[in-house]
Nanobody, 122 residues
Framework: QVQLVESGGGLVQAGGSLRLSCAAS??????MGWFRQVPGKERESVAA????????YYADSVKGRFTIDRDNAQNIVYLQMSSLKPEDTAVYYC?????????????????WGQGTQVTVSS
């Protein structure tokens, strides 16, 4: 049974940092991704990475501020978020695939976590 368990969300002031974690289990994954969604808008890709590390994607809005990385031994994927802005406020989701390599397209991911709220105050 596949499980993706996110943690690390919360409330932070603009300019601050947070690190999200996603503990993955149940399958051997080829790619992991982080996505976010605000009410009334489509889910958007934030960052994606092949499990082997060869292909990495970042949305333009987070380049230079967010970093996706992995602890392969623990099967944990992280999203380090720095210089946070109020527009980064959203529910952040971890997703995993056993087929694709590092794509930012959310429709290509088979497994999803429950989401964690990130709120950035101005």
């Amino acid at each position: 049974q596949v499980q993706l368990v996110e943690s690390g969300g919360g409330l932070v002031q603009a300019g601050g940092s947070l690190r999200l974690s996603c503990a993955a289990s149940g399958r051997t994954f080829t790619s992991m991704g982080w996505f976010r969604q605000v009410p009334g808008k489509e889910r958007e890709s934030v960052a994606a990475d092949s499990w082997s590390g060869g292909t990495t994607y970042y949305a333009d809005s987070v380049k230079g501020r967010f970093t996706i990385d992995r602890d392969n031994a623990q099967n944990i994927v992280y999203l380090q978020m720095s210089s946070l802005k109020p527009e980064d406020t959203a529910v952040y989701y971890c997703a995993a695939s056993v087929r694709i390599i590092g794509t930012p397209n959310p429709a290509r991911y088979e497994y999803w976590g429950q989401g964690t709220q990130v709120t950035v105050s101005s």
